[in-house]
Each structure stands twice: as C-alpha cells, then as structure tokens.
C-alpha cells in the first residue's frame, strides 16, 4: 500500500509538499499517480510520473504550480505543491499505475491506493 503525508492547512498562495512512500514496489519500474477529490465529485488525476523514462503528466490547472518528482533512494514520490488556490481543497491519493506508464490519469487505470491525505486551502 501506497502511504500519503504532508496535508494540512495552508493560506491561498502558499505551499505545501505531499509524500507518498511506496510499499512493495521499486519506483523504477512503476509510474505513480496523484489524485483528488472533494466530496460528491470524481476522483480526478492531478500529475503522473513514469519512472521508467521520466516522463510527467499535469492536469492543465495545475501546470506551472504543482511538480510531481521522486527519490528511489527513499523509493518516495513527491508532489510540491506552490501558489496554491481554494479551488486545489480535496483529498489527494497517490497510487500505481495499472500500465506502468502515463498513457492515462484515469482513477479506474491506477491501483493500491493510499488512505489520502487532506489539504486545505482557506484563508
């Protein structure tokens, strides 16, 4: 099971860091996902990292604000959240890749998810 950390509540503007530390997987060989979601709505895809070759995903909303990157060391994939908005208050989940890759940021593509974390967004 995938484990997230580091929401809270934070000032319109600020930042914050979510971790999401692998459990039984080499980061490697996966690509990783982080999602979303507020209460009555879908669960939607924020940014996707493909360890394999590198390559990152971003919703468009998020472009420019939120970098997605990884330390195998520590076999953790980060999300660095800056200037962040209301709009970005939700439960966010990190979870794998059902094909190894990016090709989707649908929630139905990805698996073993984690409990989430929340963060807040409120002045």
């Known amino acids: 099971q995938n484990v997230e950390s580091g929401g809270g509540l934070v000032q319109p503007g600020g930042s914050l860091r979510l971790s999401c530390a692998a459990s039984?997987?080499?980061?490697?060989?996966?690509?990783f996902g982080w999602f979303r979601q507020v209460p009555g709505k879908k669960r939607e895809g924020v940014s996707c990292?493909?360890?394999?070759?590198?390559?990152?995903v971003y919703k468009d909303s998020v472009k420019g604000r939120f970098t997605i990157s990884r330390d195998k060391a520590k076999n953790t994939v980060y999300l660095q959240m800056n200037n962040l908005r209301p709009e970005d208050t939700a439960i966010y989940y990190c979870?794998?890749?059902?094909?190894?890759?990016?090709?989707?940021?649908?929630?139905?593509?990805?698996?073993?998810w984690g409990p989430g974390t929340q963060v807040t967004v409120s002045s």
């Open positions: 990292l493909s360890n394999r070759d590198g390559r990152t």
């Open positions: 039984g997987f080499t980061l490697d060989l996966y690509a």
């Open positions: 979870a794998t890749s059902l094909y190894g890759d990016c090709r989707s940021t649908e929630a139905n593509d990805f698996g073993t």
